[in-house]
């Protein structure tokens, strides 16, 4: 009676003892032998297979033959050599094993305490690690390499993911033998990303400035091939020199990450691989202009929990959107002809990857290009196509054998071959053993009822008669083997009944041998009841419902993703505004009853009822007219002093001098200050750096072109500015920082002078370099480019302007002095709290000024601060400007302006220059913009009423002649935006109720910038 428990007991130790067996087959080809060795490779046969040889590629009843870790043969007509052994899969599928093309899989991450203690000929910042090497730092991780196996991956490319240049990857096979023999492409990639990581310096602490240091690390890269290391050695240059041919893979992260990543490598004339994080859609047609591959996540979006309305009003729009909208990223790139490869980074546990890829392709994604994502796509772009991705004689043996198609909601991983090495996730003979069974022992018939997940079934007993009460049992099931055991007191027994057995007939049929509660043996068996599988049956159903929930039409993609974003970016106008009062700027001052026609971005004609005939003789286009009769047309105004529309940090305060640094690197187009400025009558900033630098970093001028890319937001052939400070903020008076130069109002002065020492120095060099002859210079090494001196050299140029952060008169005199003694001009001095004690000296520097209306007070250093400062300053003939400095004071720049007209009487018109004109003058773009003049950009903003009065609303803001903010359509665009929100809200209740996974709404703090905000974060 005991010789079938213990048979099968003696079958699973021999598997066992089997698989160990295997593993002392691993071992490195170059390794010594202690004692003999089996030098045999057993042919494997897979026949009578449906085999999907590569993505859209299918051959049924096929034969796949492999020896050792390659394919041999793959065909309908494959010979079977005698001895091989043969695996026969009808009615299952074989496919090429997976690639997953970005993970850290086994790389241990750098301890930072290591990094501060770290030696050698290294880069200087140690966010630049390029001679780190994967596959040096490699070490098997079973338990992440099984979890990615039983979900079909062979092969994955690993690298350490830490710092901004991150060394070299490595091609990655999951056999689990020896990293020497699994690692087989040790430089499978060079990796780069924005976040310093582990790295313990200070610098870089923004956006910015980890795009600065990339940017100069890539040009010490090139003179240190081109002689800079016959100067100094350095492994980090020398690795970034000669990995630059290999694929390169960016974690940029958001879709403007991604454009900011392809302009870098634009200008290196390298083309990355870029890693997105789900949101490609949003910017598609700009990223894939950029011809840049992508990797995508499998993992999406959890739904938001909005059941209670208050958490709901946590959730933004914007966030509701790329909930729906996320699934359907990879469809959209394909159908744009884009090219990428799937990730399971991001995912919790790889084996979610199944329903996410379910529900991209529910969103219109085609499966076949699903399949290549995961094969051919990454085997392609690390060049590994010759090895894996496919079924093909001479390839790895990189197999999944599953029960339906990979992405059959109902399909089963049962093993997956890696280097011709077998791993069993499902043995293929085990079906899913939940249901209704008669349980049937020797006399007794029971009821044994088998529910929870295939994976984690549950059981309980009950008998067959009238009592209904379930009795809890413990259930075990390995491979074919399963184990049962139930307290059987309330079922008739003297105590513990256990049972032991296989399963057959894909799990309708349990038999084997029990024993009872004295110790009795006997057969036993369980029938499921026909028809029963009510676990599966209710899994099916919660599918279906999550099925149909997400087959509902998506909406459309917004430009910007939130409320106030729009599905059609405006196009210029031809148009004609009648009977308005103008604000000319101009010599004709303000007019009445006047006429303004705009056409292809310009200002045509200004003038009293304008004939559209005249204007247009060779056409007969019909202008469409605006009646502005009763409001005010004006030209945009400008803000000289921003913060608005910064990504991830406004400062690199982490050093003096930060000069390198670049704001239109780090421009965010979706910010909702900018729509909120258009509202204001805002068409044009200066993106200015904080004020923690005694020299800080490269302004940038844009028009507010709300929607659009970040790409179209800046003002092509505008000069190039800078943002210098003075005063508290420099020395760190209000910080508590005491780690870094100057401490004092004198240590600042020392900066700037040392700073244009430098620079000179710097610029002589480069002169005599430059006018060596060619054949002098293939003989000489190239001076070094250094970034912080290049912008310096442009203000000793006169093609970079500087506005300085100042705030009293000692420091703003010292200042010009510098400049004065070292041959450069300060352009503007902004806030200027104190200009008007030495309006005489900015005059004779021929500085313009830019301050705020009535701040005074905030700080010691703004104790002499007076709301006359602006109108004394106009009154001694600067050219003033006001500024907001604040996002908030920005949308309402007319009413600060205005201000200047109670303190110390100025001319409306006048007043009005300062937010005009005046800042067009000091940013020296008055050719263009600042008026309403024929021929200058048609930047027109329509109010109602006198733009100076508190009472005057925006009705319309046209930039560039597009009309970007129209508030008649605000108004229908925030019913819109209701409805979506509803519609959406809707949808996520919807699939919570159907089980889908949620999660608690966050609340998102706006950012907001201002002068003296530290870190990537405000």
């Known amino acids: 009676m005991r010789q079938p428990f213990f048979t099968v007991q003696l079958r699973s130790f021999f598997l066992a003892l089997l698989g160990a067996w295997a593993l002392t087959l691993s071992a490195q080809q170059n390794a010594p032998v ?44 494959v010979r079977i050599p005698m001895g091989a052994e043969v695996h026969d899969l009808t009615g299952l599928h074989l496919w090429p094993g997976l690639v997953e093309p970005f993970s850290d899989l086994g790389v241990p ?276 196509a010759d090895q894996v991705g496919t079924l093909e004689a001479g390839k790895r043996a990189d197999l999944i054998i599953t029960s339906k198609h990979l992405l059959s909601a109902d399909n089963v991983i049962h093993e997956t071959w890696s280097s011709g090495k077998r791993f069993v996730a499902k043995p293929r003979h085990v079906e899913d053993p939940r249901g209704t069974f008669d349980l049937n022992l020797r006399s007794t018939i029971l009821k044994l009822r088998v529910q929870g997940t295939s994976e984690k079934p549950v059981a309980s007993v009950r008998s067959a008669g009238a009592d209904t009460t379930w009795v809890k049992a413990v259930l075990k099931i390995e491979g074919p083997v399963v184990t049962l055991w139930f307290d059987g007191a309330k079922l008739g027994y003297a105590g513990p009944v256990r049972l032991n057995g296989v399963i057959h007939d894909r799990g309708a049929i349990w038999d084997g041998q029990g024993q009872g509660p004295t110790g009795e043996w006997f057969a036993w068996s369980a029938i499921r009841q026909r028809g029963d599988n009510r676990g599966n049956r209710e899994e099916k159903r919660a599918l279906a419902a999550l099925d149909s929930i997400w087959s509902l039409p998506a909406g459309e993609v917004w430009y910007p993703m939130n409320a106030f974003g729009t599905t059609q970016l405006p196009d210029t106008e031809t148009v004609v505004f009648r009977n308005a009062t103008v604000w000319t700027n101009g010599p004709q001052g303000v007019l009445r009853n006047t006429d303004v026609c705009i056409s292809k971005g310009r200002i045509l004609a200004v003038g009293p009822k304008l004939s559209i005939a005249e204007l247009f003789p060779r056409s007969k286009i019909t202008v469409p007219e605006i009646d502005a009769t009763g409001m005010h047309l004006t030209s945009g105004l400008i803000d000289e002093h921003s913060h608005i529309a910064i990504a991830r940090g406004v ?150 302007s500087i506005t300085c952060h100042s705030y009293v008169q000692s420091e703003i005199l010292m200042l010009m002095h510098v400049a004065d003694s070292m041959g450069f001009q300060v352009n503007t001095f902004t806030h200027v709290l104190e200009g008007y004690k030495v309006t005489r000296e900015l005059k004779r520097h021929d500085a313009n000024v830019s301050t705020f209306s009535d701040w005074w007070a905030y700080k010691f250093e703004v104790n002499d601060a007076i709301p006359y400062n602006a109108a004394i300053m106009h009154e001694q003939g600067l050219n003033v400007c006001i500024n907001s400095d604040d996002a908030e004071m920005g949308r309402r720049l007319n009413q600060e302006a205005a201000k200047t007209i109670k303190y110390g009487g100025v001319a409306p018109e006048d007043a009005w220059k300062m937010i005009t004109l005046n800042p067009a003058k000091a940013l020296h773009l008055d050719s263009r913009m600042g008026s309403v003049e024929p021929g200058k950009d048609a930047d027109l903003v329509l109010w109602n009423d006198d733009p100076l009065s508190i009472r005057a609303k925006v009705m319309m803001t046209f930039i560039d002649g597009a009309r970007y903010y129209d508030r008649r359509r605000e108004l229908d665009q925030r019913m819109i935006a209701e409805a979506e929100r509803a519609r959406i809200t809707a949808k996520l209740l919807a699939a919570k109720q159907a089980g889908a996974a949620v999660r608690k709404a966050q609340r998102q703090e706006p950012e907001q910038w201002h002068c003296e905000t530290i870190g990537e974060h405000p």
């Open 651 to 800: 400062n690199e305060g982490t050093q003096a001098i930060t000069s390198e640094v670049r704001i239109s690197d780090v421009i965010a187009p979706d910010d909702i200050n900018i729509h909120n400025a258009l509202a204001g009558g805002v068409t044009a900033v200066q993106q200015l750096h904080g004020s923690a630098n005694p020299i800080g970093g490269q302004s940038s001028l844009i028009k507010l072109r709300w929607g659009r890319s970040s790409d179209d937001f800046p003002i092509q052939g505008a000069q190039g500015t800078i943002k210098f400070a003075l005063g508290e903020n420099v020395k760190r008076s209000n910080w508590g920082a005491r780690d870094r130069f100057p401490q004092t109002r004198m240590g600042v002065e020392q900066v700037y002078y040392d700073a244009f020492h430098r620079a000179k120095d710097y610029a002589t060099e480069q002169g005599r370099y430059a006018s060596l002859k060619p054949k002098e210079k293939a003989a000489t090494t190239p001076p070094r480019r250094d970034l912080e001196l290049d912008a310096l050299v442009e203000i000793l140029g006169g093609t970079r």
């Open 34 to 77: 202690n004692g003999p060795h089996d030098r045999a490779e057993v042919l494997v046969a897979f026949t009578h297979a449906i085999v999907h040889t590569s993505p859209g590629v299918a051959l049924t009843d096929a034969t796949v033959l492999i020896k050792g870790d390659r394919i041999v043969e793959v065909g309908k007509r």
């Open 109 to 384: 991450a750098r301890e930072r305490d290591k990094v501060k203690e770290a030696s050698g000929a290294n880069y200087w910042n140690r966010a630049i690690t390029a001679s780190t090497q994967a596959s040096e730092l490699y070490a098997a991780d079973e338990k992440r390499a099984k979890a990615l196996r039983d979900q079909g991956f062979t092969t994955v490319v690993v690298q350490r993911m830490d710092g901004i240049a991150r060394g070299t990857g490595c091609a990655v096979s999951l056999s689990g033998r020896e990293p020497a023999q699994d690692i087989f492409l040790p430089h499978a990639s060079a990796n780069f990303s924005f976040s310093k990581g582990s790295s313990p310096d200070d610098y870089p602490n923004s956006l910015m400035g980890a795009i600065a240091v990339l940017r100069q690390a890539m040009y010490d890269a090139q003179w240190y091939a081109a002689g800079g290391n016959k100067e100094q050695s350095d492994v980090d240059l020398a690795a970034l020199t000669q990995r630059l041919d290999l694929p390169l893979v960016f974690d940029a992260g958001s879709a403007e990450n991604c454009l900011r990543a392809a302009r870098i490598a634009k200008e290196f004339g390298l083309q990355f691989i870029l890693r997105n994080t789900g949101d490609a859609y949003t910017r598609l047609a700009d990223i894939l202009a950029t011809g840049s591959p992508l990797i995508v996540p499998l993992a999406l979006p959890d739904a938001y929990d909005v059941e209670d309305p208050f958490d709901a009003m946590e959730v933004t729009l914007g966030q509701l959107k790329d909930w729906e909208l996320a699934p359907s990223n990879p469809a959209r790139i394909a159908e744009a002809n884009g090219v990428f490869a799937f990730t399971t980074q991001g995912l919790k546990d790889p084996a979610e990857m199944w329903p996410s890829l379910r529900r991209m392709v529910r969103n219109g994604l085609d499966s076949a290009t699903a399949i290549a994502a995961l094969t051919t796509v990454p085997a392609s772009f690390f060049r590994v």
